[in-house]
């Protein structure tokens, strides 16, 4: 089970840390992913990261200003979003999946509830 949390109402310029706590003993062996929807649009992927934590990557849009990173012992996946422009609105998930360099929704196969995330301008 995936819960997230740490969104809220921002200033474009500003920064948010979300936070994905996840339970169950096998964390540490599943790539992390953060994935953001905004209404009427298909989830898009953010971000993800390799189960040991040493390899992250992340989408174009978010390059520079967003960063993923995870705690195994404490069974957490942070994003560190700075510089956070009005665009950048929308609820965010996080995920777990098996494959390595996961990039696409169908790749994961467990989601948290999303947390919102509004940048006003």
């Known amino acids: 089970q995936l819960q997230a949390s740490g969104g809220g109402l921002v200033q474009a310029g500003d920064s948010l840390r979300l936070s994905c706590a996840a339970s169950?003993?096998?964390?540490?062996?599943?790539?992390m992913g953060w994935f953001r929807q905004v209404p009427g649009k298909e989830r898009d992927f953010v971000a993800a990261?390799?189960?040991?934590?040493?390899?992250?990557y992340s989408a174009d849009s978010v390059k520079g200003r967003f960063t993923i990173s995870r705690d195994n012992a404490k069974n957490t996946v942070y994003l560190q979003m700075n510089s956070l422009k009005p665009e950048d609105t929308a609820v965010y998930y996080c995920?777990?999946?098996?494959?390595?360099?996961?990039?696409?929704?169908?790749?994961?196969?467990?989601w948290g509830r999303g947390t919102q995330v509004t940048v006003s301008s």
């Open positions: 995920a777990a999946s098996r494959q390595p360099i996961a990039t696409l929704n169908a790749d994961y196969d467990y």
């Open positions: 169950g003993r096998a964390f540490s062996s599943y790539y």
């Open positions: 990261i390799s189960w040991s934590g040493y390899s992250a």
